[in-house]
């Protein structure tokens, strides 16, 4: 088991989703998980810090939307470009943007309770179709997202987004291990809604 694992996500929706749905699990792996944000960083700080990493037995993922890029593969080859000497098999790509792997966790229970239209799959995501989906009910942005969170099911969310699953697997991560805390509270959220 290595000391701990740093997450190099791209901003703070990124941030707030990997705290609150993966940094639990991956914690079993690792003594110790950070999330940080690298899109307001210096290309040369990122990598500085990502050898500094390395150099201490420590590990990390760098995880990126795959945006307007036609494939995983060209995004990982402009993530290798902006960054040069990482190694390209710690990168994560999310198909199409993180916004799309918030949606995928929920059921059509949590849909309907937060007034979103029932989805099959969430694969085709993009900022901008989530934006629209806000109900205007919700404060911001940030408070749609902290909402979303309160009723994310991973198992939903396996089935509902291919690279949140191919994320899981590839991090060899046990959805059945799932912290109680989590499930508790959706439960409670769920079963507060249905009164």
Known sequence: ?????????????????FEAVLQPLLEKKYNRVEVRTYASLKKSKVVNLLRGIMASDNDYILVADIDQEPCVTAKKQRILDRFRNIDGGRIRVVIKEIESWYLAGLDDAASSILGLPDMETTDAV??????????????????????????????????????????????????????????????????????
Do not use: C, H
């Open 1 to 17: 088991m290595r000391r701990k694992l740093f997450i190099w996500v791209e901003g703070g929706s990124d941030a707030r989703f």
């Open 126 to 195: 993009t900022k901008e179709d989530f934006n629209v989906l806000i109900p205007e009910k919700f404060d911001s942005r940030i408070d749609f997202m902290m909402e979303i969170l309160k009723y994310f099911s991973m198992n939903i969310a396996l089935k509902k987004n291919r690279s949140f699953a191919y994320f899981t697997s590839r991090q060899r991560l046990k959805v059945g291990a799932m912290p109680r805390r989590e499930e508790d509270q959706r439960t409670n959220i769920l079963e507060g809604a249905l009164k």
